[in-house]
């Protein structure tokens, strides 16, 4: 079980709540996720949960994963190119057996944004 699971009550910015057409920034980012992933031509689950519980980090996003450690990311913008770079590290996380990617190889839009890393659940 893979999946991106998006917040969608986080804020647009540190002081703005909503975004100028009115969406949340979590519903903005999700909207940009949905359509990286569809140019990409890849199945990947978004599941979108209302508040995350990381209000001081807005634009949460966890990087779920059954069999390898799964991470909690926040202070995402709201934007195409951060859903792109999350992707982008989240490719990496695939190819790695235990979900652990060298720091080297992280996208720049990816660094600073990792709160826990979470081990996979005992079968």
């Not at 057409?21 to 980012?29: A, C, I, S, Y």
């Not at 689950?45 to 634009?59: E, F």
């Amino acid at each position: 079980m893979r999946d991106i699971v998006m917040c969608t009550t986080c804020r647009f910015s540190a002081t703005e709540k909503l975004a100028p057409d009115g969406r949340t920034g979590g519903e903005t980012l999700i909207g940009h996720m949905a359509d990286a992933i569809a140019a990409r031509g890849i199945t990947l689950p978004v599941v979108t949960q209302a508040c995350l519980w990381n209000c001081k980090r807005h634009c949460s996003v966890v990087l779920r994963d059954g069999d390898r450690f799964t991470y909690f990311t926040g202070d995402h913008e709201p934007t195409r190119e951060q859903a792109e770079a999350i992707l982008d590290w989240f490719a990496l996380h695939e190819q790695s057996e235990t979900g652990e990617v060298s720091f080297r190889q992280w996208p720049d839009r990816m660094r600073g944004h990792f709160i826990a890393r979470i081990p996979r659940a005992p079968a």
